[in-house]
C-alpha cells in the first residue's frame, strides 16, 4: 500500500473544475511540505505540472493549481480541456529519511 | 535544455543484475541543486521512486529495494547508472531517469524516455 493515497479516477466535463486529493496515510512520510505533481498520457513520460505543494513549473497553464491541509494535497484543474485526460500522480518528500514517495495515481477521464 | 537518455540490455535473466546507464546532455551533471534520479514503472501501473544520487556521490533509495540497488555517478562522463541485484520478474518495469531540480524534493523536472526491462529467461 502506498503512503499517499490517490482516488482510482475522477472524472469531469469540459470546462469543469476538477480536484485529486493525495493524502498522506504513513507518518513515514514526514511533515509533507514538498508535494509535487505530474501528469502522464499514455506512452509518455511524466511532467512536472505542480512543485512544493503549490508552485508551476514555467510553461505550465495557470488552470492547474495545488494546495495542502493537514495531511491531503490537492491537485486543482479548472477549465478542463480534452488534452487534460491523462494519469495524474502526487509526490512527496521524506525528511526522516531523506527519499521520495509516488501516490498510487489517478487517471482523469474528460468527458 | 538538458536532455536524458537512458541506455541497457532491455531483458535480463532472473536473479542476475539489472543495469542501466542515463547520459546526461545539454548541462552538467555536477551542477546544484540537482539530484539525478531513477524512477520505475510496471506496465500499466504507478511510478516507483528508486533512488537519486548528487554529483558528490551521496545516494539515497526507496527502503522497500533494501540493498538490491545501487546508483553510481560518473562526473567524467555525465552520467549515472543504476544496478539492481537478484532481479526477479516484479522488476519488469519502464526504467526512468530524471532530474530533481529541488535538492532532492521530488521535482522531477526533466526526463528521459525510458527504456523497458524485461526479466525473463
Known amino acids: 500500500q502506498s503512503a499517499l493515497t490517490q482516488p482510482a479516477s475522477v472524472s469531469g466535463s469540459p470546462g469543469q473544475s476538477i480536484t485529486i486529493s493525495c493524502t498522506k496515510t504513513?507518518?513515514?512520510?514526514?511533515?509533507?511540505?514538498?508535494v509535487s505533481w505530474y501528469q502522464q498520457h499514455p506512452g509518455k513520460a511524466p511532467r512536472l505540472i505542480i512543485y512544493?505543494?503549490?508552485k508551476r513549473p514555467s510553461g505550465v497553464s495557470n488552470r492547474f493549481s495545488g494546495s495542502k491541509s493537514g495531511n491531503t494535497a490537492s491537485l486543482t484543474i479548472s477549465g478542463l480541456q480534452a488534452e487534460d485526460e491523462a494519469d495524474y500522480y502526487c509526490?512527496?518528500?521524506?525528511?526522516?529519511?531523506?527519499?521520495?514517495?509516488f501516490g498510487g495515481g489517478t487517471r482523469l477521464t474528460v468527458l | 535544455q538538458v536532455q536524458l537518455q537512458e541506455s541497457g540490455p532491455g531483458l535480463v535473466e532472473p536473479s542476475q543484475t539489472l543495469s542501466l546507464t542515463c547520459t546526461v546532455s545539454?548541462?552538467?551533471?555536477?551542477?546544484?541543486?540537482?539530484?539525478w534520479s531513477w524512477i520505475r514503472q510496471p506496465p500499466g501501473k504507478g511510478l516507483e521512486w528508486i533512488g537519486y544520487?548528487?554529483?558528490?556521490?551521496?545516494?539515497y533509495y526507496n527502503p522497500s529495494l533494501g540493498s538490491r540497488v545501487t546508483i553510481s555517478v560518473d562526473t567524467s562522463r555525465n552520467q549515472f547508472s543504476l544496478k539492481l541485484k537478484s532481479v526477479t520478474a516484479a522488476d519488469t518495469a519502464f526504467y526512468s531517469c530524471?532530474?530533481?531540480?529541488?535538492?532532492?524534493?521530488?521535482?522531477?523536472?526533466?526526463w528521459g524516455q525510458g527504456t523497458l526491462v524485461t526479466v525473463s529467461s
Open positions: 512544493e505543494v503549490t
Open positions: 530524471a532530474r530533481d531540480n529541488c535538492g532532492g524534493g521530488g521535482c522531477l523536472d526533466s
Open positions: 545539454g548541462g552538467s551533471i555536477s551542477s546544484s541543486p540537482y539530484y
Open positions: 509526490c512527496s518528500y521524506a525528511s526522516s529519511s531523506s527519499c521520495v514517495f
Open positions: 504513513n507518518s513515514y512520510v514526514g511533515n509533507y511540505n514538498l
Open positions: 544520487i548528487y554529483y558528490t556521490g551521496s545516494a
